[in-house]
């Protein structure tokens, strides 16, 4: 029987064929360039693909290293920038702390000149405690009857009068602020020498029984005169406004206190007399 050879084995015998004609073709080319001193072309192809493939990797091989580096600076930033965070906050609190001892230093020596003035003995006290919703207008101080603090001693600050002490006790006194409605300080105007009697209005003082014929002007500074309880000269604050009334024996004028009631942190205790 005859062997009929199929479509597929001519197919194969004609590739393997082809491959020796290749082959051969190259080893000529090869063969060629050597003795022509020449790169054969084989040796100029393979460069020529796999100098860009190797260019592509070493690129992306580079800028995964450097997102890596980048990462690592990135965390070792973050770590110093959190530290010099919280400097910066340290610097400021201390700062502010500088700040606040400054400030206390400065009304200290200003409470420390007006005892001068005073030609009398003086208690510094701290403020310890202040109920702006209480029924009365008073504050607490951390000085008492062991300290020299007597009932109706004179409280003032830097700027003026504050009130006087109603209670001592031990280590502490409260004080019934000018404010208060049952507050009554005899005091006059600077400018005129005009008198009148200051009483609390709760947020504020009202000066009372000035005479009709006394020309009042906002802005004025009003003092407390010598009484009882209070010393002259004392700033108590700065008339406001005028309430005129017809046919009213006397004039009555709204004061704003020298004294910041709501900042208050540190007094005078005046020595009684």
Same mark, same amino acid.
């Given at each position: 029987m005859v062997a009929i050879a199929s479509f597929w084995d001519e197919r194969k015998l004609l590739v393997f064929v082809t491959l020796i004609i290749l082959a051969c073709a190259a080893m000529l080319l090869e063969l060629a360039a050597v003795r022509r001193g020449e790169r054969s072309p084989f040796d100029q192809f393979v460069p020529a693909i796999v100098t860009p493939v190797q260019r592509a990797v070493s690129l992306t091989f580079n800028a995964v290293i450097g997102e890596i580096q980048t990462l690592a600076q990135a965390g070792t930033l973050g770590r110093e920038n959190a530290a010099l965070r919280q400097k910066v906050q340290r610097l400021a609190s201390a700062n502010e702390r500088l700040k606040d001892q400054a400030r206390e230093n400065v009304e200290l020596q200003r409470l420390l000149r007006l005892a001068q003035t005073k030609s009398t003995l003086a208690t510094a006290a701290d403020v310890v405690g202040y109920t702006p919703e209480a029924a009365r207008r008073e504050i607490a101080i951390d000085r008492g009857w062991r300290d020299g603090v007597r009932r109706d001693a004179v409280v003032i600050d830097d700027r003026g009068l504050v009130g006087h002490v109603i209670d001592a006790g031990g280590h502490d006194a409260h004080v019934l602020l000018i404010t208060d409605p049952t507050s009554s300080v005899p005091a006059y105007l600077r400018s005129t020498k005009s008198w009148g009697i200051v009483t609390g209005t709760w947020r +504020? &003082? +009202?000066?009372?029984? %000035?005479?009709?014929?006394?020309? %009042? $002007?906002?802005? *004025? /500074? &009003? &003092? /407390?005169?010598?009484g009882e309880i209070y010393p002259g000269g004392v700033p108590i604050g700065t008339i406001r406004e005028v309430d005129r009334k017809d046919n009213a024996l006397y004039q009555t004028a709204v004061i704003d206190p020298a004294v910041d009631?709501?900042?208050? $942190? +540190?007094?005078?205790?005046? *020595? /009684?007399?």
């Amino acid at each position: 029987m005859v062997a009929i050879a199929s479509f597929w084995d001519e197919r194969k015998l004609l590739v393997f064929v082809t491959l020796i004609i290749l082959a051969c073709a190259a080893m000529l080319l090869e063969l060629a360039a050597v003795r022509r001193g020449e790169r054969s072309p084989f040796d100029q192809f393979v460069p020529a693909i796999v100098t860009p493939v190797q260019r592509a990797v070493s690129l992306t091989f580079n800028a995964v290293i450097g997102e890596i580096q980048t990462l690592a600076q990135a965390g070792t930033l973050g770590r110093e920038n959190a530290a010099l965070r919280q400097k910066v906050q340290r610097l400021a609190s201390a700062n502010e702390r500088l700040k606040d001892q400054a400030r206390e230093n400065v009304e200290l020596q200003r409470l420390l000149r007006l005892a001068q003035t005073k030609s009398t003995l003086a208690t510094a006290a701290d403020v310890v405690g202040y109920t702006p919703e209480a029924a009365r207008r008073e504050i607490a101080i951390d000085r008492g009857w062991r300290d020299g603090v007597r009932r109706d001693a004179v409280v003032i600050d830097d700027r003026g009068l504050v009130g006087h002490v109603i209670d001592a006790g031990g280590h502490d006194a409260h004080v019934l602020l000018i404010t208060d409605p049952t507050s009554s300080v005899p005091a006059y105007l600077r400018s005129t020498k005009s008198w009148g009697i200051v009483t609390g209005t709760w947020r +504020r &003082v +009202r000066m009372k029984y %000035i005479g009709q014929d006394v020309k %009042i $002007r906002p802005g *004025e /500074t &009003v &003092v /407390t005169g010598r009484g009882e309880i209070y010393p002259g000269g004392v700033p108590i604050g700065t008339i406001r406004e005028v309430d005129r009334k017809d046919n009213a024996l006397y004039q009555t004028a709204v004061i704003d206190p020298a004294v910041d009631f709501n900042s208050l $942190r +540190r007094v005078l205790v005046l *020595e /009684t007399r």
